[in-house]
Antibody
């Protein structure tokens, strides 16, 4: 059974930093692209970043480019999101996700709250 | 970047059929997936492509597409189907994901 478990969320002041983690199990982590998606309170889903299987390619939504960094450790089956220069508009539940076969798997999310 | 457009709200009478649509240029190239999200829960994939339903998803959920429009149909809507529904595909660049704004389905 595929499991994705996010951690690292919390309350941070505007301009601060936070590092999110996603622990993966139940599939061959190193064989799949991984993704971060976020959802602001009462809003829709927003793609944040993707990373290739070997970490050689990374893509970001414009609003986080230069502030967020996606990374992975295939030996530890873990995905990360380093978030710097946080803004109030980054407040959201952050999900890690991946497409395994014909199914998209999601974690339960971790809440990031940025206070201004 | 590409956008996907959904109607914000749709309602259906209990037991009737309802279609939720999603429009966007990327759908001409990439197939759509559909997610159901209930309050306080993570999104749940209900169908991807034309007919890939994960185990446990009832067969009253079906999908179709034509041109730049993808559709999710619920045949015989149940009270438990009341939720937000999001369409999702790859961006035209293929390097990113794009989501529709979501449709809130009310079962009357």
């Amino acid at each position: 059974e595929v499991q994705l478990v996010e951690s690292g969320g919390g309350l941070v002041q505007s301009g601060g930093s936070l590092r999110l983690s996603c622990a993966a199990s139940g599939f061959t982590f190193s064989s799949f692209w991984m993704t971060w998606v976020r959802q602001a309170p009462g809003k829709g889903l927003e793609w944040v970043a993707n990373i290739k299987e070997d970490g050689s390619e990374k893509y970001y939504v414009d609003s986080v480019e230069g502030r967020f960094t996606i990374s992975r450790d295939n030996a530890e089956n873990s995905l990360y999101l380093q978030m710097n220069s946080l803004r109030a508009e980054d407040t959201a539940v952050y999900y890690c996700a991946t497409i395994v076969g014909a199914t998209t798997e999601w974690g339960q999310g971790t809440l990031v709250t940025v206070s201004s | 970047s590409s956008e996907l457009t959904q109607d914000p709200t749709v309602s259906v009478a209990l037991g009737q059929a309802v279609r939720i649509t999603c429009q966007g240029d990327s759908l001409r190239t990439y197939s759509a997936s559909w997610y159901q999200q209930k309050p306080g829960q993570a999104p749940l994939l209900v169908i991807s492509g034309q007919d890939n339903r994960p185990s446990g998803i009832p067969d009253r959920f079906s999908a179709s597409s034509s041109g730049n429009t993808a559709s999710l149909t619920i045949t015989g809507a149940q009270a438990e189907d009341e939720a937000d529904y999001y369409c999702h595909s790859r961006d035209s660049s293929a390097q990113s994901w794009v989501f529709g704004g979501g449709t809130k389905l009310t079962v009357l």
